[in-house]
């Protein structure tokens, strides 16, 4: 997926740990493969290349993704969006050979495409339809998250009592480690991210970040985040990080970034009327921000 994961498991013993990795890899491959947009056939892809012409049958397990993928977005309104896609590689390509931030307008003129109520869900048929030609969908925003959810419920269905899975710091964490204590995870420091500025100690939780250090250009000196902004095509300002910590790490991937997008205000009054959804932010000046009930260590 582009990312790397790390798979922890508590096992009697080596043999049986590493045949439960094996499980979880095999199975974060399988999402891989139905979701990625690096493979002509994936599920993806054909919703894609089918956008304004029909729609395309999928997986259930396909829709029902894309139909919380929509809820989010209703309750985002539209800073989470999966119909990014259409601006993703021709905007902004993140890579050495930016040297100059795309013009507003031009950015304006590309997001005519990013909108989430424009994907045509048809429940009784699991069909799946883009209203306009161009449109193209992404699960970048979610797809980690998902797939170390849906490999930590396959490892608790094999009687794994306790483990964490971590898709390059969207992590899932369950059980207790051998000792009977819960699970000590570090908060990523912004400015150095190998380290961490806090330390939260968590059982059944999933913790997600999106931050600036992750993905990025700098231009005449100022660095400009990955994540972009749906309404403009612009990256966000003023924000270095969001971390989101919650039961379900689809849903904890899938909140963090479209947090960074509504801003500090907007996005912890959201947090707050949410139950068990919990976030900490990071500005540009290194002002912490925490929604209700977070205690920092």
């Known amino acids: 997926m582009g990312n790397n994961f790390t798979i922890t498991v508590v096992a009697q013993n080596e043999k049986t740990a590493n045949a439960n990795i ?11 493969t139905l979701l990625t947009t690096y493979k002509n056939d994936s599920q993806t892809n054909l919703i894609n290349d089918n956008a304004g012409i029909q729609p395309v049958k999928v997986d259930q397990e396909v829709f029902n993704l894309i139909e919380r993928c929509i809820a989010i ?13 259409s601006i993703d590689k021709s905007l902004w390509n993140f890579d050495k050979a930016m040297t100059k931030l795309p013009d507003a307008g031009t950015a304006l003129k590309m997001v005519h495409l990013i909108d989430y109520r424009n994907i045509i869900l048809d429940k009784e048929n699991t069909t799946i339809f883009l209203k306009k030609e161009g449109m193209r969908i992404g699960f970048g925003g979610i ?12 490892l ?4 794994v009592k306790s483990g964490i899975i971590n898709a390059s710091g969207d992590l ?3 059980g207790f480690q051998p000792n009977g204590k819960k699970w000590t995870i570090g908060v990523a420091d912004p400015e150095s991210p190998a380290a961490a500025f806090s330390f939260m100690e968590i059982s059944n939780k999933a913790v997600a970040t999106s931050g600036n250090y992750e993905k990025f250009v700098t231009i ?6 990955h994540t972009i902004d749906p309404k403009t095509g612009l990256p966000i300002t003023g924000i270095k990080s969001v971390t989101i910590i919650t039961s379900n790490a689809e849903f904890a991937d ?8 509504m801003g500090i205000k907007a996005g912890l009054y959201l947090i707050d009327q949410i139950p068990d959804l919990y976030c900490i932010i990071i500005d ?11 205690n920092l260590k």
């Open 22 to 32: 094996n499980l979880a890899i095999a199975e974060i491959r399988r999402i891989e």
């Open 73 to 85: 977005s209703k309750i985002t309104q539209g800073a989470f969006d999966i119909s990014y896609g």
């Open 143 to 154: 797809g980690k998250g998902y797939a170390a959810e849906m490999a930590k419920q396959l």
């Open 156 to 159: 608790i269905k094999h009687n």
């Open 172 to 174: 899932s964490a369950w």
């Open 220 to 225: 005449n000196g100022k660095k400009y985040s």
């Open 254 to 261: 899938a909140m963090a970034t479209p947090i960074a997008v």
């Open 284 to 294: 540009d000046n290194n002002k912490i921000y925490t929604s209700k009930n977070i």
